[in-house]
């Protein structure tokens, strides 16, 4: 661990020095080299880290934004795509499939509506050729749009993991690349440049986009695609047509894979619990009393089955982590971030094995001191049929004192 701590703070140093070069002047070609063996290894998720300490340490955003133009230049063509077993950001409805496919589509109208409506303004200023290239350039500011929704939708859940750096740095970026964008409609508009210099104003803001269009897919995309959960994609994905979209219209909704639990229920041999009286060897229950005793109880559970399928959770008045109805038939590891399924999957694993009965934690959560318990579920025999999570603020208990014998007033 203490090899990491000094490795990191290594990168950490180096990286406030190349910043520094690149504000005396050097190029992105110049420091290239050197952040590429830095960062050699590094995933893109630790690279914001260390850039987000050094805003925290007081270095200016417009500063680390100069690295934007070093990370494109070193990750072009080495980034390797992660394989996954199934990719969901690959199936149309998914928000990352629909940025993409708005990046496609952008690129289309530059390459086969813009650029060759430039290169004929270039050769004859006319008012014609001045006309397509402001209709063009007007769909072009379409991209307004998208980059609303990754301001809006993506980067406050990038701020709520703690990532803070990069969507400081990008929606600086963005408004640059608006602001070229307009100064370009506007010089078409007024006719007051000479036609050269219009077509460098148009031509820095198709090369502003392409270069975002970059580094959207190649930084951004994978990192939020390593935090955020399966949830909170779905909350984006029906929030995004509240903000529009960009040359390109979702076709369908993105529906998650989900197991229907009572199907599931019966192939196994079970069947569902009917509205009528449960008995259990100490007693019996109508289903009404069972669940409001569960969600009167002031904890919060969740019942995860043998293979990993979100049974059940209760619906106390007072939740400490927020659940939906849609979680019931999600594997549990689809219901946390993808960089700490690993640790899910173990604490399942331990439990499953009987390597542990179960597994605490404790955090702080605002005013709350949270207690958060895995147990191993087992029947008389020891099979094991699930694993229970118990989360109780225990706070109020460890500020009891002394002793009450009376009722309250």
């Known amino acids: 661990m203490s090899e990491y701590i000094n490795n990191r703070e290594y990168r950490q140093k180096v990286l406030k020095e190349l910043i520094m070069e690149l504000h005396d002047g050097k190029s992105v070609e110049e420091v290239k080299e050197r952040f590429g063996k830095l960062i050699e290894g590094v995933s893109p998720t630790e690279i914001s880290a260390m850039e987000n300490e050094l805003i925290k340490e007081g270095m200016p955003i417009a500063e680390v934004q100069r690295l934007c133009d070093v990370h494109a230049a070193v990750f072009k063509g080495s980034i390797e795509e992660i394989h996954r077993p199934e990719k969901e950001e690959d199936n149309p409805g998914h928000p990352v499939f629909t940025f993409k496919a708005e990046n496609r589509a952008l690129e289309r109208l530059m390459r086969k509506g813009i650029r060759p409506k430039l290169e004929s303004f270039a050769k004859d200023a006319g008012q014609e050729e001045a006309d397509g290239l402001f209709e063009d350039l007007t769909k072009l500011w379409e991209i307004d749009k998208h980059y609303l929704r990754k301001e809006n939708l993506l980067f406050p859940y990038m701020e709520k993991y703690g990532i803070t750096a990069p969507p400081k740095v990008m929606w600086g970026v963005d408004d640059e690349i608006r602001a070229e964008i307009k100064n370009a409609l506007k010089a078409l508009k007024d006719n007051q440049e000479s036609k050269e210099a219009i077509a460098e104003k148009i031509e820095s803001a198709l090369s502003r986009v392409e270069e975002m269009i970059f580094k959207e897919e190649n930084i951004l995309f994978p990192m939020v695609l390593e935090t955020l959960n399966e949830d909170e994609w779905l909350k984006i994905a029906r ?90 038939g999600r594997e549990v590891k689809n219901c946390h971030p993808p960089a700490s399924v690993h640790i899910v999957e173990q604490i399942v694993e331990d439990l499953k094995s009987g390597k542990k009965d179960h597994e605490d934690f404790w955090i702080k959560m605002g005013g709350r001191y949270v207690l958060i318990r895995y147990f191993a579920v087992r029947d008389k025999q020891g099979e094991f049929l699930g694993v229970l999570e118990f989360t109780q603020d225990i706070g109020p208990i460890q500020a009891i004192t002394g002793e009450k014998r009376l009722v309250s007033e």
């Open 239 to 328: 929030e995004s047509a509240d903000i529009g979209f960009c040359l390109y219209e979702p076709k369908q909704e993105w529906k998650p894979a989900r197991v229907n639990v009572e199907e599931k229920a019966r192939s196994q041999g079970e069947e569902p619990a009917s509205e009528g009286y449960l008995r259990f060897e100490t007693g019996v229950f109508s289903k009404a009393e069972l669940e409001a005793m569960l969600d009167t109880l002031p904890v919060d559970m969740t019942f995860v089955d043998k293979d990993g399928i979100v049974k059940y959770f209760t619906n106390g008045s007072e939740r400490i982590f927020p659940r939906t109805k849609a979680v019931i």
